[in-house]
């Protein structure tokens, strides 16, 4: 069989709002906190991981709550529906408020909202994707995320969100919103959790995928010594590249206008397009050389991008940071296509949830310690630690990947079964 793009892209409207809402949150919020409320990069820093403390002790909570009922709209649909509409609502009145004791206390709701249903919509992609393709379905997943963080990114550009000193994001904030149920609608009215669940479990049985995962007496197995030593390996290269990676878009919006002083719309758009170019090939590439090589290789880019963008510096032909951006998207992209894949992969039956959940909460607690952390090296050693401190800890994530055993895609078998043909709706 092969993969069922039109449902993966379907699928991938729930990545796409959610996407939609961090892109903007990490662009807006840092310079609503600075410019706005005057406050320190330490303090700001602060302020920006505290939906990675939400997200560490609720995703895996709801995570492991979506695996558990089954309404007659799926496992996933109804927090995504409930989650979403409270988030946007929430998001919306940002803009407005110019007390910042209230302000934290409506940001604060705002993020709750999203880790109610951020590891159910995740989750949502491997139940309807048998194992051997979930690589390519995490491709277009991810693609669709990228597509509505170039959306947010372009809207910066039409209200000039990135104007030095800028406060008033209102209309902004509203917008993105509208576009987050806009996404919403379309999931809702194409999306037929149940019966595309239901289709993966019969390929899974059909095509014998997993025949050795079968409960035993009502009893799941569990992992081995070997499986979860490289779980944990897995987990720990995510906290490692995304506390070298969201130290990067926690603060470059506010790096780009005070060191570099060019426009930082521009330069995460040409990271958000490099990466939308290669999700596919890095998914196809996966598939045929295996996830554990192909994240190695992003890491690598990754590395060599932040590295390099070190010795930019304001004055700079903006050209060079364009292709150190490209480079990092590439390099980001390919980690991410295959990453979320390896941890799922490891997931016995009825679990895909509570995995996605493992998953977050290794991403989640680096996005806790990055922006502070970050932020208070900043303070002490000035910007010129930006890029190296991401570059460090994007390389050390190469070495624990190295040592990964399991979890990775068998390329014999995804060939195997792509040669059975297509699937319908």
């Given at each position: ?14 990545f ?5 809402f ?12 600075t ?39 799926g ?27 209230i ?32 690589s390519?379905?995490n491709?277009?997943?991810n693609l ?17 969100t ?24 379309v999931f ?24 050795d ?10 992992l081995?010594?070997a ?39 521009v ?18 590439i ?34 060079v940071?364009y ?18 894949p ?28 990055t ?11 000035g ?12 390389g ?5 990947m ?6 990775d895609?068998?390329?014999?078998r ?12």
């Open positions: 069989m092969k993969l069922n793009y039109k449902r993966t892209i379907l699928v991938g409207f729930a796409f709002l959610i996407s939609a961090w892109q903007a949150y990490d662009t807006v919020v840092p310079l609503i906190l410019n706005k409320f005057g406050m320190k990069q330490l303090s700001s820093g602060i302020i920006m991981s505290l939906d990675n403390i939400f997200a560490v002790f609720m995703l895996p909570v709801f995570g492991a709550i979506s695996d558990r009922i089954n309404t007659k709209y496992r996933r649909t109804p927090f995504i529906f409930f989650g979403t509409i409270a988030a946007t609502v929430f998001f919306s009145l940002l803009g407005y408020v110019n007390n910042v004791g302000f934290v206390v409506v940001l604060l709701f705002a993020l709750l909202s999203m880790a109610t249903f951020r590891s159910p919509a995740v989750a949502l992609m491997p139940d309807v994707t048998v194992k051997p393709l979930r390519k379905g491709a277009i997943i669709m995320g990228t597509a509505g963080g170039i959306i947010v990114l372009g809207l910066g550009i039409v209200f000039k990135n104007e030095k000193g800028k406060t008033d994001f209102g209309i902004y904030m509203i917008i993105v919103a509208l576009l987050m149920i806009a996404a919403l609608v809702l009215l194409t999306v037929k959790e149940r019966k595309w669940a239901k289709d993966m479990e019969i390929d899974t049985v059909k095509y014998c995928i997993d025949e995962e079968e409960p035993i007496d009502g009893i799941k197995r569990n081995n010594s499986e979860l030593k490289s779980l944990i390996l897995i987990l720990a290269s995510v906290v490692l590249w995304y506390i070298g990676y969201n130290a990067v878009t926690s603060k470059y919006s506010v790096y780009a206008s005070e060191v570099l002083e060019v426009p930082y719309t330069t995460l758009m040409v990271a958000q397009g490099a990466a939308i170019i290669s999700y596919i090939p890095v998914g196809l996966a598939s045929r050389v295996g996830r554990k090589k192909t994240i190695l290789a992003g890491v690598i880019m990754l590395t060599a991008a932040f590295g390099s963008a070190a010795f930019i510096k304001a004055g700079t032909p903006e050209v940071m292709l150190l951006f490209a480079l990092a998207g590439i390099g980001w992209a390919t980690i991410n296509v295959n990453s979320f390896m941890v799922v992969e490891l997931a016995k039956v009825g679990d895909v949830g509570k995995y996605t959940g493992f998953y977050y909460t290794a991403s989640m607690s680096a996005q806790i310690v922006p502070i952390f970050s932020g208070a090296l900043v303070d002490l050693c910007w010129w630690i930006f890029f190296p401190y991401a570059a460090v800890f994007a050390l994530a190469f070495v624990t190295f040592f990964v055993k399991h979890g895609s068998r390329p014999d995804v060939g195997a079964l792509e040669s059975l043909g297509g699937a319908d709706d």
